[in-house]
Each structure stands twice: as C-alpha cells, then as structure tokens.
C-alpha cells in the first residue's frame, strides 16, 4: 500500500467536516479562529491546521493539505513505508485518530516500549505476523479508547472506525 492509498482510506474513516464539541479532535478551546469550535476538516484537527499555517475556515481546508499534513507528521514519522501495507495503514490510522500508535507497535511486537519507532522496533515488526501484530495493536488501540473519559460520546465512530481496520487488515 502505497501513502496515497493509505491516505485514500485514511478519508474514508475521517469523512468531511465535523464540529462535535465532545470530540477533542474538534476543539480549539477558543484559541484560534472565529468561534471556539473550529471542528476538523479530512480529520486535520483546527490547531494542526493552523500550526501548518492554515488560515481560512475549517470548513475549507484542501484536501491536499490535509494529505501533505499526513504525509509528513504521520506516515513519515512512524516510519510506515517500513511495515506490511496492513500494518502501515493501521498505524497511520491510530497516528491520525489520536493516541500512543508507536508505543502500541511496539507492545505488539514485544519490544521494549519506548514511544520511539527505531531499527529495533521496525525490526521486531518485520519478523512478526502481520495479523498477530494487527490483533494485538488494535487491542491496545481499543483498550486505551474504552479508557478516554470521552468514550460514551465518540465511541460508536470509533468502534467502527477500528472493526473497519480490521476487516482491512484480514483481506
């Protein structure tokens, strides 16, 4: 899977605009922009956006940008052109959603967890399954949701959000 693929299904978990005001994805806490709920736009929360120099209005942020903002702090960083597509796309996903993405990877992998994606870590991941490292990824990804003090407000996307990763990662 290449980064535009991945990206490709990156959008279709995201959607469009959302200003759900018990998502902190969402949340600007008045910092920036006219109101204090600037929402996400492809994901892309108000305050990414504005650190990437993003001016305008949530609601018009380019796809391109969003695309380059997940290139960069996302793909890039967690270094996920070195993994199975499978697992790369799960990682992106969690990376882009919110959370711990490398320390999940690495306790997948049995390696020391560190929040750091190394040769050590990239190493273990390459010599393991990729189901297994995609069940037990997720498994941390969905324990660490079922504990956010928001979860009886976003859990339904993000329930769904996770059994499409997986239904992904199995085909």
């Known amino acids: 899977m290449s980064f535009d693929q991945a990206f490709e299904q990156l959008i ?22 006219v109101g204090t709920l600037d929402g996400t736009m492809w994901g892309v929360s108000a305050p990414v956006a504005r650190a990437w120099g993003y001016k305008g209005r949530m609601q018009d942020l380019p796809l391109n940008m969003a695309k ?14 070195q993994f199975d597509d499978r697992i790369a796309f799960q990682v992106i996903d969690a990376a882009y959603n919110g959370g711990y993405p490398a320390k999940w990877l690495q306790q997948a992998a049995g390696v020391t967890v560190d929040g750091v994606i190394g040769a050590q870590t990239v190493k273990a991941v390459r010599s393991t399954d990729p189901m297994k490292i995609i069940m037990r990824f997720d498994a941390y990804r969905l324990k ?9 407000d976003v859990s339904r996307g993000w329930v769904d959000r996770i059994a499409n990763n997986l239904l992904l990662g199995a085909a």
Do not use: L
């Open 144 to 152: 660490y949701m079922k504990d956010c003090q928001i979860w009886p």
């Open 68 to 81: 380059a903002i997940a290139k960069t702090k996302y793909w890039d960083v967690y270094q996920c052109d």
């Open 12 to 33: 279709g978990n995201e959607g469009r605009y959302s200003d759900n005001p018990k998502d902190p994805g969402n949340w600007s806490g008045g910092k920036v922009g």
